[in-house]
């Protein structure tokens, strides 16, 4: 099952915050985010686990809230590196990772 | 070291005809993912390989669709008889072990064009 995404655009000014969403229809056992700038692959940006334990970079934050099956990436004070897609990648229970249809974001210098 | 490499990089082709798409996975490595993205999309599973463990086949698309990964470690996507909607970049991924708690690595990926 396929994880929702919101939104599904955002533009910033440099310096402003963002916040996406991402939210499951079943159970999460991990979240995992990915960003994905045009024309390269996706890169690894952070874990949550079940139970709280989070892998990533020091400075992206993210929530997981295991009961309403959902997590939020929060960008803080964005920087024009900061622009390109972000996925959400959700497990639940069988390892593999089904992905998002991405957030696109966008920041104005 | 190394990371994720795919080859070809591009691949044209006409209606109707067979290809391979090979993903060399990172050294070690017991996971390896198979994805599709078409323009402007997000990243559609494809398919999952863990160790020795059957492959989660569900998410492809159709019968035309098979993959498998020989010794652990290389894998290759076949396509039989393309379609123009198989146009995309397939996008091979792998992890050191489970994929719940490791991070993916992903590779160059290989643009697929159907003519």
């Known amino acids: 099952q396929q994880p929702v995404q919101s939104p599904q655009a955002v533009i910033l000014r440099e310096g402003e915050d963002a916040v996406i969403n991402c939210s499951s229809s079943?159970?999460?056992?991990?979240v995992h985010w990915y960003r994905q700038k045009h024309g390269e692959a996706p890169v690894f940006l952070m874990i949550?686990?079940?139970?709280?334990e989070q892998k990533g970079h020091e400075k992206i934050s993210a929530s997981f809230n295991e009961k309403k099956q959902q997590s939020s990436l929060y960008l803080t004070a964005s920087q024009l590196s900061y622009s390109g897609t972000y996925f959400c990648?959700?497990?639940?229970?069988?390892?593999?990772?089904?992905f998002g249809k991405g957030t696109r974001l966008h920041i104005l210098p | 070291g190394a990371g994720v490499s795919q080859s070809p990089s591009n691949k044209v082709t006409e209606k109707g005809k067979d290809v391979e798409l090979r993903c060399d996975p990172i050294?070690?490595?017991?996971?390896l993912y198979w994805y599709r993205q078409s323009l402007g999309q997000g990243l559609e599973f494809l398919i999952y390989?863990?160790?020795?463990?059957?492959?989660?086949k569900s998410g492809l698309p159709s019968d035309r669709f098979s993959a498998e990964r020989t010794g652990g470690s290389v894998s290759t996507l076949t396509i039989q008889r393309t379609q123009q909607e198989d146009s995309a970049v397939y996008l091979c991924?792998?992890?050191?072990?489970?994929?719940?708690?490791?991070?993916?690595?992903f590779g160059p990926g290989t643009r697929l064009t159907v003519l």
């Open positions: 991924a792998s992890s050191s072990t489970s994929g719940r708690a490791n991070e993916q690595f």
């Open positions: 079943k159970a999460l056992y991990s």
């Open positions: 949550l686990l079940k139970g709280g």
């Open positions: 990648g959700t497990e639940t229970g069988d390892d593999k990772i089904i």
């Open positions: 050294s070690g490595h017991t996971a």
């Open positions: 390989f863990q160790g020795n463990s059957a492959p989660d």
